[in-house]
Nanobody, 124 residues
Framework: QVQLVESGGGLVQAGDSLSVSCAAS????????MGWFRQAPGKEREFVGG????????EYADSVKGRFTISRDNAKNTVYLQMNSLKPEDTAVYYC?????????????????WGQGTQVTVSS
């Protein structure tokens, strides 16, 4: 079993940067690909990006490509989401997730473990 805990969300202004972390416990996640998803009020949960088990490969949604960066530190069992040039439409609850696949999955249903989410609010 894997427990995931996100931290670092908050309220920022448009154009600002914010970093969100996801700490894993219960099992080492170095063999798992990790993903970040977000869900805005009244909308479905959407894929933001992901990182392979080794950290060598990343995938991003078109809406965040060039602005968001995902990294991981397997020694710390932690995954990071660096968000730059934030826009009001980035406002959502952000979730990290772990999949037993080694490479990034784009579909939420393919992830086995989820964090509780952290709120990111971007004001205009």
């Amino acid at each position: 079993q894997v427990q995931l805990v996100e931290s670092g969300g908050g309220l920022v202004q448009a154009g600002d940067s914010l970093s969100v972390s996801c700490a894993a416990s219960g099992r080492i996640i170095s063999n798992y690909a990790m993903g970040w998803f977000r869900q805005a009020p009244g909308k479905e949960r959407e894929f933001v990006g992901g990182i392979s088990w080794s950290g060598r490969m990343t995938e991003y949604a078109d809406s965040v490509k060039g602005r968001f960066t995902i990294s991981r530190d397997n020694a710390k069992n932690t995954v990071y989401l660096q968000m730059n040039s934030l826009k009001p439409e980035d406002t959502a609850v952000y979730y990290c997730a772990a999949t037993k696949y080694r490479y990034v999955r784009l579909v939420a249903a393919e992830y086995d473990y989820w964090g509780q989410g952290t709120q990111v609010t971007v004001s205009s």
